[in-house]
């Protein structure tokens, strides 16, 4: 990691606060023994055990066509799971991506409902976020995500959602690099900002209103399967290459064309941001990789293996910018979730009585 996370500290051996976080707090829920998959069982066993009468799907899964949500899925089929796969399109999609999922919810037990976004209301959004000059300007997909998932986890009264999140490759994440979707002061001062009506960003907005009713009035919990065993993800790729014929992409979270624009030219460019980092941090913790190995992958900038031009001017004409208006934007000075109106401190410490009254450990930032 670097200073690009504006909150980072070292001590005296120069290990920063996010790897000593890890490896003290974080890492016994990254690691388990080889081919120990007894916590997954578990878990799986007891979603089977909650079924009710009638009820005509087990979990809900929110499938993007990445590998870890299409693992997620795999998992819980081959465990005999009556599943509900939910994709929020927000017409970024990659063909590969349709294509994994094309693939996926041709198993059995796997039933699809897909959800596609309002894409005037939600360019006008997505504009707004990146004329503010944060570097999280994927923050309305994750909004969106959130809204689509309890939609339909509320519509066919499904309790579980299980969640392709996961420590094994995303335990590093600086807090500073992105902000709660659910704070919604927060995201309408920045949609306000850019003189965008609340009546756009109402269409998927998904608050900490929203949250509690989720959470409490209609006991909905989320669960990460592979958090649960030892979780590769290169093995992963392996085994829906052979069992479902998936297609890999280039880049993390890259079956998404604006995120592939987000973190690859995006946040390097503007905020000086490289999502490398905290994902070979977290290899490098895990004994991976070497910390030598992983600063020769620094070494090449994150777009060299994209055609910069090409991926510029497509997100450029689809957001309706004009011609190097986007590249202007990427130019100016850039800011910080703090640097906006938001309610962290009270969010925060709702969190912590939720997770103190449920026992539950933190997973996230917030």
């Known amino acids: 990691m670097d200073t690009s996370d504006k909150w980072i500290s070292f001590d005296e051996n120069g290990i920063c606060n996010h790897c000593t976080d890890f490896l003290e707090n974080r890492i016994s829920s990254a690691t388990f023994e080889e081919?120990?998959?007894?916590?997954?069982?578990?878990?799986?066993?007891?979603?089977?055990?909650?079924?009710?009468?009638?009820?005509?799907?087990?979990?809900?899964?929110?499938?993007?066509?990445?590998?870890?949500?299409?693992?997620?899925?795999?998992?819980?089929?081959?465990?005999?799971?009556?599943?509900?796969?939910?994709?929020?399109?927000?017409?970024?999609?990659?063909?590969?991506?349709?294509?994994?999922?094309?693939?996926?919810?041709?198993?059995?037990?796997?039933?699809?409902?897909?959800?596609?976004?309002?894409?005037?209301?939600?360019?006008?959004?997505?504009?707004?976020?990146?004329?503010?000059?944060?570097?999280?300007?994927?923050?309305?997909?994750?909004?969106?995500?959130?809204?689509?998932?309890?939609?339909?986890?509320?519509?066919?009264?499904?309790?579980?959602?299980?969640?392709?999140?996961?420590?094994?490759?995303?335990?590093?994440?600086?807090?500073?690099?992105?902000?709660?979707?659910?704070?919604?002061?927060?995201?309408?001062?920045?949609i306000k900002k850019a003189k965008v009506s609340l009546e756009d960003f109402k269409k998927f907005k998904f608050g900490f209103r929203e949250e509690f009713n989720q959470r409490i009035i209609n006991q909905v919990k989320t669960l990460y399967p592979l958090n649960q065993f030892n979780y590769d993800k290169q093995i992963a790729k392996k085994i829906l290459e052979n069992e479902l014929d998936f297609e890999t992409y280039a880049g993390k979270h890259c079956e998404s064309t604006y995120t592939r624009f987000c973190q690859l030219i995006y946040q390097p460019k503007r905020n000086k941001i490289d999502y490398r980092r905290p994902h070979l941090s977290t290899d490098i913790c895990l004994k991976r990789i070497s910390r030598d190995q992983a600063i020769n992958v620094l070494k090449i900038p994150p777009w060299e293996n994209f055609d910069f031009?090409?991926?510029?001017?497509?997100?450029?004409?689809?957001?309706?910018?004009?011609?190097?208006?986007?590249?202007?934007?990427?130019?100016?000075?850039?800011?910080?979730?703090?640097?906006?109106?938001?309610?962290?401190?009270?969010?925060?410490?709702?969190?912590?009585?939720?997770?103190?009254?449920?026992?539950?450990?933190?997973?996230?930032?917030?």
């Open 35 to 190: 081919n120990d998959k007894s916590n997954l069982i578990k878990m799986f066993e007891n979603i089977k055990k909650s079924r009710r009468a009638n009820q005509k799907y087990d979990v809900l899964i929110g499938v993007s066509g990445g590998v870890d949500s299409s693992m997620t899925v795999l998992l819980a089929q081959r465990a005999g799971l009556k599943i509900l796969a939910v994709h929020m399109d927000n017409c970024w999609d990659t063909p590969i991506a349709i294509r994994n999922i094309n693939k996926l919810i041709r198993l059995k037990n796997v039933d699809y409902k897909c959800e596609v976004l309002d894409w005037i209301s939600f360019k006008k959004c997505q504009k707004a976020f990146i004329e503010s000059g944060l570097p999280d300007i994927e923050l309305p997909t994750d909004i969106a995500i959130l809204k689509v998932l309890n939609k339909y986890a509320i519509k066919y009264r499904i309790k579980k959602i299980l969640c392709g999140g996961n420590l094994s490759n995303e335990g590093i994440l600086p807090a500073s690099w992105m902000y709660n979707p659910r704070d919604s002061k927060f995201s309408e001062a920045v």
């Open 309 to 366: 031009e090409a991926d510029m001017k497509f997100v450029s004409i689809k957001l309706g910018y004009k011609k190097d208006e986007l590249k202007k934007i990427i130019q100016k000075p850039n800011k910080w979730y703090v640097d906006y109106p938001n309610r962290r401190k009270i969010l925060c410490f709702l969190y912590d009585i939720y997770r103190f009254l449920t026992f539950t450990k933190k997973a996230t930032n917030f």
